[in-house]
């Protein structure tokens, strides 16, 4: 028997994703929202224009979060994970390419994906 989900299920939880209004490098994953201050490396304010959904690269649906430049760094350490919230919600986090910063400087964090596949 087939399996099938509609692409508006999908988008509900990727919809939800696009709420968040920061992004923050840390160097840990972060178990919820209050535990994000214990790792946060950099943060960076997010807004419904920073997310951009789509068909998923192989099938499903994605949502883009752009790409963010300059994005001040208030602790040292290496980043190793990013989270999305909506400054009550842990939304989202993911593992990034590892990234040593220093406090005082800089990093940009690149676009990536949220993908959530067909079912098969």
Known sequence: MAKAVDNTVLDAAL?????ATRASLCSGQPANFAGIAAVALADVTIDSGDFTK?????S???VTVAAQS??????TGTGTHIALDDGTTLLYVTTCSSTAVTSGGTV???AWDVEIADPS
């Open 54 to 58: 789509a068909d998923g690269d192989t």
């Open 60 to 62: 499903g649906r994605k």
């Open 15 to 19: 919809d939800k994703i696009a709420t």
């Open 108 to 110: 940009d964090l690149g």
């Open 70 to 75: 300059g994005v001040t760094v208030d602790a």
